[in-house]
């Protein structure tokens, strides 16, 4: 019951049992807060439902008719039970789950079902959800920013430059490499938030344009760089676009999977074993003109530390974007 208050979970308790009763177990188990009848479910109350967290002398349909209440007040409710009368409150909430020695009716109508005895599976699973919701959260980051970027770019180019920046064959080659380490995040290490996570889609957006924008601004500096100072013919330009648009692939993966800087904690190895072979792989194709117009070697090896510089001073604005809108 700790656990799941310091993870910003109310626990109620809802039970058959004379109200003296329900009070003392509450007390003895850590659950705080009013207690009440249920009969103020019957009566259809919600305020009461909302701002009470131990039920007593309840009858079986009261339990469903909780949910219902707290449902009807803005709550995403999870609920726990065991017997066949707890099956439909298990199938009203968004998360029912059935303990280890449930009836069958309880399990079939769970969501989740715990296999040790005990309480101490919910827990594990919140914070596992929550470990699925930041990798769902880097995955969702990452696509919105690349579409952007690379939308942009691939337009301001043509408009631009009066040339096709990249050639559509090594566009295909992109969706390839990128989402190698796309899929990797699957795999990543993350930690999970101390408290209840919503999808905010306007605040992904607020978030993802404006490094979206960074990583714009650079791809352009090299697309002009390669076109003006370094006199590069058209077709190496195209290369070098290519292998702009990998290595800031990969980078930005790397910036959004953290909310804090992306050093602070490892990636999963799947993840930093994809990126390597990505990077390798896209060089040497680059450098021995496979699928595209052979550069010097000296292209990507510059290209890749000037993506490091560019991860660097981005993530640091990556964290200002992120307090600055609420974090994501």
């Known amino acids: 019951v700790h656990s799941l208050n310091d993870l910003g979970v109310r626990v109620l308790m809802i039970t058959g049992d004379a109200l003296p009763t329900a009070q003392t177990v509450a007390t003895q188990t850590g659950i705080t807060g009013a207690a009440t009848s249920a009969d103020v479910l ?67 109508a769970a969501s989740i079902v715990l296999t040790d005895s005990g309480l101490s599976g919910i827990v594990a699973a919140v914070e596992s959800s929550r470990r699925i919701y930041q990798r769902m959260l880097t995955y969702t980051l990452n696509k919105i920013i690349k579409t952007l970027e690379i939308a942009f770019f691939l337009s301001i180019g043509v408009l631009t430059a009066r040339i096709l920046v990249t050639t559509p064959v090594l566009i295909v080659l992109l969706l390839f490499t990128n989402d190698f380490v796309t899929m990797s995040i699957a795999t990543d290490n993350v930690s999970f938030s101390r408290k209840p996570d919503r999808w905010r889609i306007r605040l992904l957006i607020l978030t993802a344009a404006p490094l979206a924008g960074l990583e714009l601004l650079f791809s352009l500096a090299v697309l002009f760089i390669a076109m003006g100072p370094a006199r590069l013919p058209i077709a190496q330009v195209q290369t070098t676009v290519f292998l702009t648009l990998v290595f800031t692939g990969q980078a930005t993966v790397y910036m959004v999977r953290e909310r804090g800087h992306f050093w602070k904690s490892r990636p999963s190895p799947w993840m930093l074993w994809s990126s390597t072979a990505d990077i390798a792989a896209v060089s040497l194709l680059a450098v021995f003109g496979i699928l595209m117009t052979p550069v010097p070697a000296l292209i990507p090896a510059v290209l890749l530390l000037a993506t490091a510089i560019y991860l660097v001073l981005a993530d640091f604005a990556k964290i200002r974007i992120f307090r600055r809108v609420g974090g994501a």
């Open 42 to 108: 019957r009566d259809g109350n919600l305020q009461a439902a909302a701002s009470s967290n131990v039920f007593a002398a309840a009858y079986p349909e009261d339990k469903f008719r909780l949910v219902k209440a707290l449902q009807a007040t803005g709550h995403v409710t999870g609920m726990t039970g065991d017997g066949v009368n707890d099956a439909p409150a298990l199938r009203q909430a968004e998360v029912g789950v059935a303990v280890a020695n449930a009836t069958d009716v309880a399990r079939a």
